[in-house]
């Protein structure tokens, strides 16, 4: 499996363990607030990092360009840094809405980079 690959699925491991942490301190708390974010630390950081890690697994052709660890690192840092501002967002910190607006555009930067490197990847 190449390196980046395994990375995908490493830092898709941490976002499911921080999903259900969130999940549960809502649950204990009977406070919902947070799902949003719950949602995003789930969505965009535990299934679309699975998800971008298998298609790097399946090819490794691509895998090793820099622009591929590019592409993970600006969606990662994007995911890293969104998802708890939006959690203090919705948790009734307005000052967090411009950070959640520059991050979630990261984020999709990272999206685009990474439909970039689908279309490029060749068939074996």
Not at 72 to 88: E, N, R
């Amino acid at each position: 499996m190449p390196g980046i690959a395994k990375l995908y699925f490493i830092t898709a491991i941490c976002f499911l363990v921080a999903g259900i942490l969130v999940g549960l301190q809502m649950s204990i708390a009977h406070e919902y607030a947070a799902t949003g974010a719950h949602a995003h630390i789930n969505l965009l950081g535990w299934v679309t990092m699975a998800i971008f890690g298998a298609f790097q697994a399946l090819n490794p052709r691509g895998a090793g360009t820099r622009f591929a660890k590019a592409q993970y690192y600006v969606y990662t840092g994007g995911v890293v840094v969104m998802t708890p501002a939006l959690y203090l967002l919705l948790t009734g910190k307005p000052s967090f809405e411009p950070i959640v607006a520059v991050s979630s555009l990261v984020v999709f930067a990272g999206v685009l980079m990474f439909a970039a490197i689908m279309f490029r990847a060749r068939a074996d």
